[in-house]
């Protein structure tokens, strides 16, 4: 099945500062979710971005579904921005959904 | 419009006993997912639904069943608890035609 790979596995920021998290995945896709997981463990959907990119405040996403990745960019990162990111794919077949294993961001006052 | 909600949110089981955790959700989407969480992994697929009275295999499904009588609810059965269940469970739902998916808030099931 498709494998999902996210780099950085952690992640440490000073308030303010910039970082991109990336995405590989291994085969073809027509969807790509990024999701964050806040501290107190709830998951909110981020992006529906199957290639192209977009833009939500100081989070932006692009997928190059041709080159098989994705990257989330944080800019001006704040300490609500802490947690984790997972992005995740289709599973060939369509109703499941593979997640990678997410990137671990703590953002410092 | 509460969205998704599980209950119960904790439990501790010791081996060899049963529960059912419970998804509920109130925007009448069709499909209905649980998934499993595990430290430093993402999430894994247990069982989903695509309609009520419908339920499929996941990833993981082996020590769990599940049942979509209605279709706001999808209810996740473990039957003889093992250490190994020992995670958090999360249900998620999506509109038919949608990709986004809605998360409950998680279920943190301890198997001593």
């Known amino acids: 099945g498709i494998q999902v790979e996210q780099s950085p596995p952690d992640l440490i920021l000073q308030e303010g500062a910039n970082s991109t998290l990336r995405c590989n995945f291994s085969?073809?896709?027509?969807?790509l979710q990024w999701f964050h997981q806040n501290p107190w463990g709830q998951l909110i959907n981020l992006f529906y971005?199957?290639?192209g990119t977009k833009q939500n405040g100081r989070l932006s996403a692009t997928t190059v579904a041709t080159e098989r990745y994705s990257l989330l960019y944080i800019s001006s990162s704040q300490t609500t921005d802490s947690g984790v990111y997972f992005c995740a794919v289709p599973h060939t077949g369509g109703f499941k959904t593979i997640f990678g294993a997410g990137t671990r961001l703590f953002v410092k006052a | 419009n509460a969205g998704v909600t599980q209950t119960p949110k904790f439990r501790v089981l010791k081996t060899g006993q049963s529960m059912t955790l419970l998804c509920a959700q109130d925007m009448n989407h069709e499909y209905m997912y649980w998934y499993r969480q595990d430290p430093g992994m993402g999430l894994r697929l247990i069982h989903y639904s695509v309609g009520e009275g419908t339920t499929a295999k996941g990833e993981v499904p082996d020590g769990y069943n599940v049942s979509r009588l209605k279709k706001q609810n999808f209810l996740l059965g473990l039957e003889s608890a093992a250490p190994s269940q020992t995670s958090v469970y999360f249900c998620?739902?999506?509109?038919?035609?949608?990709?986004?998916?809605?998360f409950g808030p998680g279920t943190r099931l301890t198997v001593l």
């Open positions: 998620a739902s999506t509109l038919l035609g949608s990709d986004t998916q809605y």
């Open positions: 971005i199957p290639s």
């Open positions: 085969d073809s896709v027509n969807n």
